[in-house]
């Protein structure tokens, strides 16, 4: 709160802090750890489509400068430890490129993976994803 004050904001700071609802818990531990300094934040979940026209440059639904949020949180898929994981997001699961027929049996490895932080546990989860697709393609 000190830091705030010498900064010309004695009662706090309100801040907009948006994200996707797939991040909505991490958007509520953001905005809570953030209100322990002594911000107010107005906490705004969106689909995935408003999220869109508030965050990408080619949707927004107003000029950069108009926007009204502070922060947005986003996900990031780690790239160079599993990048199997960007195929199946881009390609198959919900991704801008996704052409092929869900299966609900590879959405529920998908998911397992994503949970999963043991990485022997990832490793045999997205083996079972590729047998899994393998067996799709070639029946």
Not at 59 to 73: N, R
Not at 101 to 106: G, I, R
């Amino acid at each position: 709160m000190f830091v705030l004050r010498a900064a010309g904001y004695p009662e706090g700071l309100a801040i907009t802090l948006i994200a996707p609802e797939g991040l909505e818990v991490q958007a509520t531990v953001v905005g809570k750890m953030l209100e322990r300094v002594g911000l107010t934040v107005d906490l705004q979940i969106l689909d995935p489509v408003a999220y869109n026209q508030k965050t990408l440059l080619s949707h927004l639904d107003q000029p950069p400068e108009t926007q009204t949020w502070d922060i947005a949180l986003r996900s990031r898929f780690d790239f160079m430890n599993f990048p199997v994981l960007s195929f199946y997001h881009y390609i198959i699961l919900d991704g801008y490129n996704d052409w092929a027929t869900e299966q609900p049996e590879l959405r529920q490895l998908y998911e397992q993976v994503l949970q999963t932080v043991d990485q022997e546990k990832q490793r045999e989860l997205i083996g079972r994803m590729e047998r899994h697709t393998h067996d799709c393609v070639f029946r």
